[in-house]
């Protein structure tokens, strides 16, 4: 797989795979899309619903760069929450491709600590947050853990429509608390059908710079 750096609209990098044609963040910005869809309409909608919640256990399908990883470890601390942060991937990315990430611009966690922790168990990266990093297919992948929130960030349904099934979905609606939210910044009909299929509320939310609309599915 040829994996290149890409510059986005809003100046942060992004990771480019040629033969798939996708990209791990949006070209109209990857820190605004992760910002917009993960952090403000999962993390801090969640926590604005449940103020007095200040330990979260929240699920990432796709680690990729880890840029999600590193704006939520920086939301805990600078919001006093305690999380737990499990998160998957199936191709990590080389020692040479993540020093291509120039994420300190943005973010004070330190992307190193996310990108040399052991792999399949929980790695405590900093005083509020905990990193379990997970070396496995999603579609294998089964865990005890329940989640508040889960940043569903495969890539898009044209490139992996295994990754975007009712059954998938289903898996995710086990995995989550009552009221927990699972965020992606996909709108299809068919992957919107799939998540009511599945159980979920699902509403189609404002979507980040670049594209209309997000889906963000509830466990009521
Ligand atoms: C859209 S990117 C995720 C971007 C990431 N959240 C970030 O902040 O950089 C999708 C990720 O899912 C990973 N992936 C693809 N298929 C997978 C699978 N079946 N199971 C787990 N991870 C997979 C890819 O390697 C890629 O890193």
């Known amino acids: ?38 952090i403000n309409a999962g993390l801090v909608y969640y926590c604005n619903a449940r103020p007095e919640k200040k330990e979260l256990n929240i699920f990432e399908m796709g680690m990729g760069t880890g840029l999600n990883v590193l704006l939520t470890a920086d939301h805990a601390v600078e919001h006093d929450l305690n999380i737990y942060y499990e998160t998957l991937e199936l191709h990590p990315l080389s020692n040479e491709e993540t020093a291509l990430l120039d994420y300190g611009t943005y973010v004070k966690t330190d992307i190193h600590t996310i990108h040399n922790a052991t792999w399949n168990s929980p790695v405590k990266l900093i005083e509020r947050f905990t990193l379990k990093k997970v070396k496995q297919s999603l579609i294998e992948y089964r865990t005890p853990e329940l989640f508040d929130i889960i940043y569903f960030d495969a890539f898009a349904p044209t490139a992996q429509p295994e ?49 209309r609309e997000m889906l963000r599915a509830t466990k009521q």
């Open 163 to 211: 990754l975007w099934t009712e059954d998938i979905f289903h898996k995710m609606y086990g995995m989550l608390t009552q009221g927990g939210v699972l965020v992606t910044y996909c709108s299809k009909g068919d992957v919107r059908r799939a998540m009511i299929a599945a159980g979920f509320t699902v509403d189609k939310i404002q979507g980040p710079p670049g594209k």
């Open 1 to 38: 797989m040829n994996r290149t750096l890409l510059r986005t609209a809003d100046g942060s990098a992004t990771i480019h795979i040629e033969e798939m044609n996708v990209t791990y963040h949006s070209r109209h910005g990857a820190v605004q899309e992760s910002m917009h869809v993960f």
